[in-house]
């Protein structure tokens, strides 16, 4: 399974961003799909999951209300859409895969800059 990320740029504060995440491969495998993220000198976080199947979402407490993740299994892709930016939000996003058998991929990363 390949993951390309796309959508990542410069945005002002208050402002939206919507990423998009392209899946090829083994699609098949695939039970969830997720996006995490890494400030500089930060780990890595969870910030939202998406089920496959059910399309069951899960986020964390800091983009909830803001943030939508969604997924189109038609075009196997994935979405996070970020509104009301905050600069604690800059960070680089990754896609994030795990088959049925909890094997993760991870795509490169696209970096979201919230500039106040």
């Known amino acids: 399974v390949q993951l390309v990320e796309s959508g990542g740029g410069l945005v002002q504060v208050g402002g939206s961003q919507r990423l998009s995440c392209a899946a090829s491969?083994?699609?098949?495998?695939?039970?969830?799909m997720g996006w995490y993220r890494q400030a500089p000198g930060k780990q890595r976080e969870l910030v939202a999951t998406i089920s496959r199947t059910s399309g069951t979402t899960n986020y964390a407490d800091s983009v909830k209300g803001r943030f939508t993740i969604s997924r189109d299994n038609g075009k196997n892709r994935m979405y996070l859409q970020m509104n009301s930016l905050k600069p604690e939000d800059t960070a680089v996003y990754y896609c994030h895969a795990v088959r049925t058998d909890e094997y993760v991929y991870w795509g490169q990363g696209t970096q979201v800059t919230v500039s106040s």
């Open positions: 491969g083994s699609i098949f495998s695939i039970k969830a």
